[in-house]
T-cell receptor, first 113, second 116 residues
Framework: KQEVTQIPAALSVPEGENLVLNCSFT??????LQWFRQDPGKGLTSLLL?????REQTSGRLNASLDKSSGRSTLYIAASQPGDSATYLC????????????FGTGTRLTVIP | GAVVSQHPSWVICKSGTSVKIECRSL??????MFWYRQFPKQSLMLMAT?????????EQGVEKDKFLINHASLTLSTLTVTSAHPEDSSFYIC????????????FGPGTRLTVL
């Protein structure tokens, strides 16, 4: 069974810092990997989606990388802002079988003004 | 972009009553929708996969008679929590799969259920 782990569970950084969030998964047979943002008590906002054949995706200050063979992905946030404070979830889509997402445990990010 | 709505956004009910949550894909047809549950400070756990026109597929440990899922049309799936108990209090989130090259799932805003 696919297991997705995110480290660290929580992270606090001063405004302006660059930071990296980590995601690891046990089964490399994935179709794609997504990074989501979740604000307290809210639903999910998709940030970046990386297909299994891709190495990275960029959107604004966000850059996500994927190393399928080692079962790892990172989300890089440049020049962090207080508005970036949220929980970040990574999720993988299996290559075969039911097309449901396996979610990681999440990283709760706090950017201090 | 694709939009998925959920209704209601929050609901408070008495123990023993049933609650229905709707999930709609507003601008695309979704043959498959998913229902997730999220407890405080935990990640999303898949409850069931809802397929249009057929029975839902439930994950291990999820009672199908307690969590009734109906996917009667290509844009609507409903989750009914029957005989709700306080331990059913949670955040329920649905997603709709948009067929295509990336098979992207689009998530609803979630429904906060509180059972007194």
């Amino acid at each position: 069974k696919q297991e997705v782990t995110q480290i660290p569970a929580a992270l606090s950084v001063p405004e302006g810092e660059n930071l990296v969030l980590n995601c690891s998964f046990t089964d490399s047979a994935i179709y794609n990997l997504q990074w989501f943002r979740q604000d307290p008590g809210k639903g999910l906002t998709s940030l970046l989606l990386i297909q299994s054949s891709q190495r990275e995706q960029t959107s604004g200050r966000l850059n996500a990388s994927l190393d399928k063979s080692s079962g790892r992905s990172t989300l890089y946030i440049a020049a962090s802002q207080p508005g970036d404070s949220a929980t970040y979830l990574c999720a993988v889509l299996r290559q075969t079988g039911a097309n449901n997402l396996f979610f990681g445990t999440g990283t709760r990010l706090t950017v201090i003004p | 972009g694709a939009v998925v709505s959920q209704h209601p956004s929050w609901v408070i009910c008495k123990s023993g009553t049933s609650v229905k949550i709707e999930c709609r894909s507003l601008d695309f047809q979704a043959t498959t929708m998913f229902w997730y549950r999220q407890f405080p400070k935990q990640s999303l756990m898949l409850m069931a996969t809802s397929n249009e026109g057929s029975k839902a597929t439930y994950e291990q440990g999820v009672e199908k008679d307690k969590f009734l899922i109906n996917h009667a049309s290509l844009t609507l799936s409903t989750l009914t929590v029957t005989s709700a108990h306080p331990e059913d209090s949670s955040f329920y989130i649905c997603s709709a799969r948009r067929p295509g090259l990336t098979d992207t799932q689009y998530f609803g805003p979630g429904t906060r259920l509180t059972v007194l």
